[in-house]
């Protein structure tokens, strides 16, 4: 690997992950509007933008194979419903001041890789895996006894986004012609969404404000170009370095939470996330052990 290659894949990945550690300071300008409108909008706005690249790029021949393949289109529908349901939560924290709750849900995803590939995968785990999965469930359950309850936001996040990865990394689909399929999977339902708002009296797709309107139609470029970068960045480097990218998401997601919307930040929320933060730091240190001994 040269070094101008890796380089190249690092600012890829710092774009991916920036783009996606900036999506609430994005999204909080339209949290005038409800979750469900920014989602239908931003599945059409995003299968018309990735359609046109197809088209630039002359790559339907992918997409068609895809259509011709009943079990990649069954998995495809499953990744659908997940990012879509994973996209929804995610709007919904931001426009209710809850970004804390999706940033620590997001720490929490590689956790859940790690208990995914026990349960599905049936991989064996390491000591140090098992302690940071222990850490993980330490830290729900100091949210649960310090507020009253499942942390779900933080735990729907994760656990739709950790499974979308699994169901992906099993299908030999690109990272574009899957978002264009995953995103006109979300269309019929965004379609009935929209004629029962329409029968009250509320157009999803026309009643913004012309600012609203522009944000909107800009979140299905933003939707796609990250996808974009990162997959670039994975051509370009090895998972390892990947895999530690990874959490500039959800560190921004919490700079921003905190220093930025204000969000308070309790002190026993701070144990819930010095637990995370000390698992994954032993995640990291196992995955690292691997990734030396593999190459």
């Known amino acids: 690997m040269t070094?101008?290659?890796?380089?190249?894949?690092?600012?890829?990945?710092?774009?991916?992950?920036?783009?996606?550690?900036?999506?609430?300071?994005?999204?909080?300008?339209?949290?005038?509007?409800?979750?469900?409108?920014?989602?239908?909008?931003?599945a059409v706005w995003a299968c018309v933008f990735v359609g046109l690249l197809l088209t630039l790029r002359r790559q339907w021949y992918k997409v068609?194979?895809?259509l011709?393949?009943?079990?990649?289109?069954?998995?495809?529908?499953?990744a659908a419903l997940l990012i879509g349901s994973n996209w929804l939560v995610f709007l919904w924290a931001v426009a209710n001041q809850q970004v804390i709750a999706s940033s620590l849900g997001y720490f929490l995803t590689p956790l859940v890789n790690v208990l995914l590939a026990l349960t599905v995968l049936k991989e064996r785990l390491d000591r140090l895996e098992w302690l940071s999965v222990a850490l993980a469930v330490a830290a729900i359950a100091n949210e649960i006894?310090?507020?009253?309850?499942?942390?779900?936001?933080?735990?729907i996040l994760a656990g739709t986004f950790g499974t979308y990865g699994l169901l992906r990394k099993q299908l030999p689909v690109d990272a574009l012609?899957?978002?264009?399929?995953?995103?006109?999977?979300?269309?019929?339902?965004?379609?009935?969404?929209?004629?029962?708002q329409g029968q009250l009296g509320h157009a999803v797709f026309s009643g913004h404000a012309p600012g609203n309107t522009a944000l909107l139609i800009a979140s299905g470029a933003l939707t796609?170009?990250?996808?974009?970068?990162?997959?670039?960045?994975t051509q370009?480097?090895?998972?390892?370095?990947?895999?530690?990218?990874?959490?500039?998401?959800?560190?921004?997601?919490?700079?921003?939470?905190?220093?930025?919307?204000g969000e308070p930040m309790q002190g026993t929320r701070?144990?819930?996330?010095?637990?995370?933060?000390l698992g994954l730091l032993l995640f990291s240190g196992s995955a690292w052990g691997k990734y030396r001994a593999a190459v």
């Open 145 to 155: 006894l310090a507020f009253g309850s499942l942390p779900w936001v933080s735990l």
């Open 224 to 233: 796609a170009l990250p996808l974009m970068s990162f997959a670039a960045a």
């Open 270 to 277: 701070l144990l819930s996330f010095g637990l995370i933060w």
């Open 177 to 196: 012609s899957g978002l264009w399929l995953e995103t006109l999977v979300m269309l019929p339902f965004c379609a009935l969404y929209a004629g029962w």
């Open 3 to 42: 070094a101008r290659r890796q380089l190249a894949g690092v600012a890829c990945g710092l774009l991916a992950y920036g783009i996606w550690g900036f999506f609430p300071l994005f999204f909080r300008q339209l949290a005038d509007v409800a979750p469900m409108d920014v989602l239908s909008n931003r």
């Open 236 to 261: 370009r480097l090895d998972l390892a370095t990947v895999g530690m990218l990874m959490y500039i998401n959800p560190t921004l997601q919490f700079v921003t939470a905190v220093w930025l919307f």
């Open 64 to 66: 068609a194979a895809v």
């Open 68 to 78: 011709r393949s009943g079990r990649q289109l069954l998995l495809l529908s499953g």
